[in-house]
């Protein structure tokens, strides 16, 4: 059975940093994109951040490019969300999630195209 565990979320002045991590589990990690969406009470889920299997490709919403940074660890099933900078309005749950498709050559950027999701993140920004 396939897990994703997010951790790291939690408090941070407006300005500051936080890192998040999602530990994977079940099937062989390193053969998935891996992708972070967040989500605001009564919105739509939102891409945020996406890597590729191998680590070597990454793509951002716009509104985090230089600020937030994805990366993986393929030895730990790990993959963080790296957020500076933060912003009042990013006070959202933050949800990991894996590929439906075994090394997809690009990174997907809808919801459907994952498979398996964590548990979300709960981060507030205070302003």
């Known amino acids: 059975q396939v897990q994703l565990v997010e951790s790291g979320g939690g408090l941070v002045q407006a300005g500051g940093s936080l890192r998040l991590s999602c530990a994977a589990s079940g099937r062989a990690f390193s053969d998935y994109n891996m992708g972070w969406f967040r989500q605001a009470p009564g919105k739509q889920r939102e891409f945020v951040a996406g890597?590729?299997?191998?680590?070597?490709?990454?793509e951002y919403q716009d509104s985090v490019k230089g600020r937030f940074t994805i990366a993986r660890d393929n030895a730990k099933n790990t993959v963080y969300l790296q957020m500076n900078s933060m912003k009042a309005e990013e006070t959202v749950v933050y949800s990991c999630a894996d590929d439906m498709w075994t090394r997809r050559s690009s990174i997907a950027r809808r919801e459907g195209q994952y498979k398996y999701w964590g548990q979300g993140a709960k981060v507030t920004v205070a302003s």
């Open positions: 890597i590729s299997w191998s680590g070597g490709s990454t």
